[in-house]
């Protein structure tokens, strides 16, 4: 960075920085009053993977099912919204970082509400984030067994030990989880997440691919034969543009936890190579375009595969008409493994609310550091080993704790820390956010009551 770009930042002495001043969004964010070198962070490339990593998950399995319920010009506006959102949300967040000076979640609430803010910032990412935890272990747990069984031949008898959830479980979490937990900076988690991009660049292929192995009308005896062509006449096999129903309203809480990363963005902004707004901005940006394509991508020829019949899982329904087609064993092994390496990404700002909760503003302390990633990390293992569905377990507190950190929070932060006029149109805009991000959670909130309603 350049003198002059030096001499456009002023610091004050109690550690904040004017806000005039701070117009530039070229200026960093992290600036000392001395002005001294920053040390070497992570890269542009690393910080778009580590931010695609956190928004990518297990989520991308169930948009193409999102999608047969919205239509695919439904699906698309709607997916258009909620990551436009997600975006405004993530320049709000920013905006408030380069008004106060403040480099994380649980700042911005203290500034915001004092006390009482930090503790509920703190304590929706804990919640949320092991929730997240929690689901995706126990993803790990039912699905791994079934991956490796595929590809035995024959498969064997009885149950040993590699086919035991639990037992691969509990070998994921100490051989895999906890060395990337140990990490303390998030920007180490670089090129683990390259590889789980590639991982869900993997299945995006495969889905599009596997479009023309699956003949439509879908075979009634679940086997997919050569003879068997596509029929583009049938009334199954016309793609719908818009569809509404009861099951419309699972779709942009589906979309809403698909673009959740907002637990991740600071610390990742915190680490990243001379950190300045823009720049953080443009990673956010970068990261949510792409991961966009790659849902919409995967949803569209998810959706064009099934129809109407497509599964909330994508995978499964490749299980069933597809059993031993290799490409399909590998993807799905691949989705795990991309399950995998986002867990100590989701567990890093957890971890971090945590000590903060803990121990408020200290000086990092390894003995801290490793006692708080053992217990978070056991109990995620607990969690998922012995509650029999830890989806619906965390359904009601993830549907409410995702909307508060995507929409609900950056839009009470800037309304009480700005000092915009409520008419301007940051001001009303941070309003309309809020509003959605409450609209978003009671949707959620009473369609997983509806659910357990009528499986009851």
């Known amino acids: 960075m350049s003198q002059n770009d030096h001499s456009n930042v002023t610091v004050q002495t109690n550690g904040t920085v004017q806000a005039e001043e701070r117009d530039n969004e070229s200026t960093p964010l992290l600036g000392s009053a001395t002005g001294t070198q920053e040390p070497t962070g992570a890269s542009f490339s690393s910080s778009v993977f580590n931010l695609m990593n956190a928004i990518m998950g297990s989520g991308i399995l169930g948009l193409a099912y999102a999608m047969a319920n919205t239509g695919i010009l439904g699906f698309c506006v709607l997916l258009l919204l909620v990551s436009g959102l997600a975006s405004y949300s ?258 890093f700002p957890a971890r971090k609310a945590a000590l903060m909760l803990i121990r408020g503003d200290r000086p990092f302390s390894w003995v801290n550091h490793v006692a708080v990633t053992i217990v978070l990390l056991a109990v995620v293992l607990l969690l998922a080993i012995y509650v029999p569905d830890i989806r619906n377990v965390f359904g009601v507190v993830g549907s409410t704790t995702s909307t508060c950190l995507l929409f609900v929070y950056p839009g009470l932060f800037y309304l009480r820390i700005s000092e915009d006029p409520l008419r301007s149109p940051q001001a009303i805009s941070a309003v309309a956010l809020v509003v959605f991000g409450v609209f978003v959670g009671l949707l959620s909130l009473c369609v997983i009551i509806v659910t357990w309603a009528q499986g009851a």
């Open 90 to 347: 993530i320049h709000l967040l920013l905006k408030l970082c380069d008004q106060t000076a403040i480099t994380s979640y649980e700042g911005l609430g203290f500034q915001a509400f004092q006390k009482p803010g930090k503790i509920m910032v703190a304590s929706t990412i804990v919640i949320q984030n092991t929730g997240a935890m929690s689901s995706y272990m126990f993803i790990i747990k039912t699905e791994l067994p079934a991956a490796i069984s595929s590809f035995l031949s024959p498969e064997p008898s009885g149950n040993p030990w590699y086919l035991q959830g639990g037992v691969l479980l509990l070998l994921v979490m100490v051989c895999v989880v906890l060395p990337l937990a140990m990490l303390p900076k998030i920007g180490f988690l670089g090129y683990t997440s390259s590889i789980a991009f590639l991982f869900m660049l993997f299945f995006t292929t495969v889905v599009v691919i596997k479009k023309w192995s699956i003949p439509c009308p879908l075979p009634q005896n679940n086997t997919v034969t050569a003879s068997q062509s596509n029929n583009s006449t049938d009334p199954e096999c016309i793609p719908k543009l818009f569809v509404i129903s009861s099951k419309s309203a699972y779709a942009i809480p589906t979309m809403a936890y698909s673009f959740l990363c907002h637990t991740a963005v600071l610390p990742i902004y915190c680490e990243l190579h001379r950190p300045t707004k823009k720049k953080m901005q443009n990673v956010a940006n970068v990261g949510i375009s792409l991961s966009f394509l790659l849902y919409l991508v995967s949803a569209l020829f998810g959706y064009l595969t099934f129809y109407g019949h497509v599964d909330s899982e994508l995978l499964l329904g490749y299980g069933h008409y597809l059993p031993h087609d290799e490409l399909v064993m590998s993807v799905r092994l691949a989705i795990l493994l991309a399950v995998v390496l986002t867990v100590p990404l989701i567990h």
